[in-house]
Each structure stands twice: as structure tokens, then as C-alpha cells.
């Protein structure tokens, strides 16, 4: 069974800080990877997602995330935060190649501080 | 173009009262998938559709929950006799071959149960 886990359910940073948040995997085959941002009262938005092409994988908004298999690991990372990454994020896995549901970390929500 | 959109947004229901949650997920999308997201939890995978076929449905937590997708594009997820432990965002997600089966999510709907 896969599983995923997000350290750190709050993570408070300073605008034009380092953002990084935490996602740790198990699954016994390779898998996919993807971070999801939550907004209130909205629904799931896919900020980038890693298919074994490579293992740097840059998404919208600036973030980025790597994907360590020695660790496996694929922490969520963005130079500079800003006031709008205020949100919830979500690490999931998937199995490859079948359309699969997604196994959900528990979330982190960043806030970010002037 | 069109994203995945869910009826209603806000649902109220009294205790042991049925409902059902619409998805009309984006045209041309063959799989379809319904997640349940508690307060302050990540999603959790309640049932899979390809085109018309149920595939999985291992998540549905009791006998209480039902969908269907009859004619492959629209799905309802009914919930019968409702109870308070059904309170929660009802997330619906579709996805197409290729793209590593990346998911859209629609907005959910919020089952109170009273």
C-alpha cells in the first residue's frame, strides 16, 4: 500500500522567505508524484507532478521539487514566498501507468507574514 | 475550457436524510473519481469510473454510499440514511489518458449533516 507523509501541519514563513514543505512516500514500485494547492472553499489545484522523466520538477507559481528516491522524499520548495501562497498543500502518490487514485498526506498549511 | 463543476456546492441535511452529489466532469475525460475530505484531512479515495464501468470502489466507507455514471460522462454520489460522521467536502476528479493521468478537481460540495 502507498502511503505519503507531510511533516509540519503549519509552516509560517516571511514574504520573500524560503518556502519549503515537507513530503515523504512509501510504495513498494516507483511512483508518481504530485503536489496539489488548496485554496478555502475551492477545490484541488495541481502545482507540478513527477513521472520519472526528471527528478527536478518545476511547477506554476515559482515552486519547484525534487525527487530523491534514496530518501524517498520530494519536498516542495519555492525561493521567495509571496502573500497569495497563503494555502493549503498536499502531497499525493499514485501507482504508474493506470489511471489511479491518489493517496493524500495530511496537509501543511503556510501562512505567510509580512 | 470548462473545468470539472459539482452541484450542489453547500448541501444541509438532517440526520437519515438521503443526498446526492452531482459531478459533471470535463468533456472527454474517461475516468472519474470521488474523494472525501474531512475537516482539516487530506482527500480520501472513495470510488473510480472508466467511462460508464464502476472499476473501484474499495474507499466507500458503508453500504450507505452509492454512485453511478450510466451513460459515461455525468456522476452522482448518493448517500443514504445520512449521519453526522458523513459530514465532510465531497471532491470530484477527472482525468484522460496520457498526461500521466493528471487529476482536475472541481470545487466540492460540503455535506452538513445535522
Known amino acids: 500500500a502507498q502511503s505519503v507523509t507531510q511533516l509540519g501541519s503549519h509552516v509560517s514563513v516571511s514574504e520573500g522567505a524560503l518556502v519549503l514543505l515537507r513530503c515523504n512516500y512509501s510504495?513498494?514500485?516507483?511512483?508518481?508524484l504530485f503536489w496539489y494547492v488548496q485554496y478555502p472553499n475551492q477545490g484541488l489545484q495541481l502545482l507540478l507532478k513527477?513521472?520519472?522523466?526528471?527528478?527536478l520538477v518545476k511547477g506554476i507559481n515559482g515552486f519547484e521539487a525534487e525527487f530523491k528516491k534514496s530518501e524517498t522524499s520530494f519536498h516542495l520548495t519555492k525561493p521567495s514566498a509571496h502573500m497569495s501562497d497563503a494555502a493549503e498543500y498536499f502531497c499525493?502518490?499514485?501507482?504508474?501507468?493506470?489511471?489511479?487514485?491518489?493517496?493524500f498526506g495530511t496537509g501543511t498549511r503556510l501562512q505567510v507574514t509580512l | 475550457g470548462a473545468g470539472v463543476s459539482q452541484s450542489p456546492r453547500y448541501k444541509v441535511a438532517k440526520r437519515g436524510q438521503d443526498v446526492a452529489l452531482r459531478c459533471d466532469p470535463i468533456?472527454?475525460?474517461?475516468?472519474l473519481f470521488w474523494y472525501q475530505q474531512a475537516l482539516g484531512q487530506g482527500p480520501e479515495f472513495l470510488t473510480y469510473?472508466?467511462?460508464?464501468?464502476?472499476?473501484?470502489k474499495s474507499g466507500l466507507p458503508s453500504d450507505r454510499f452509492f454512485a453511478e455514471r450510466p451513460e459515461g460522462s455525468v456522476s452522482t454520489l448518493k448517500i443514504q440514511r445520512t449521519q453526522q460522521e458523513d459530514s465532510a467536502v465531497y471532491l470530484c476528479?477527472?482525468?484522460?489518458?496520457?498526461?500521466?493521468?493528471?487529476?482536475?478537481f472541481g470545487p466540492g460540495t460540503r455535506l452538513t449533516v445535522t
Open positions: 513527477y513521472t520519472s522523466a526528471a527528478t
Open positions: 510504495s513498494s514500485v516507483p511512483p508518481y
Open positions: 499525493a502518490v499514485s501507482e504508474r501507468g493506470t489511471a489511479s487514485k491518489l493517496t
Open positions: 476528479a477527472s482525468s484522460y489518458p496520457g498526461s500521466s493521468y493528471e487529476q482536475y
Open positions: 469510473f472508466q467511462n460508464e464501468a464502476q472499476l473501484d
Open positions: 468533456s472527454g475525460h474517461v475516468s
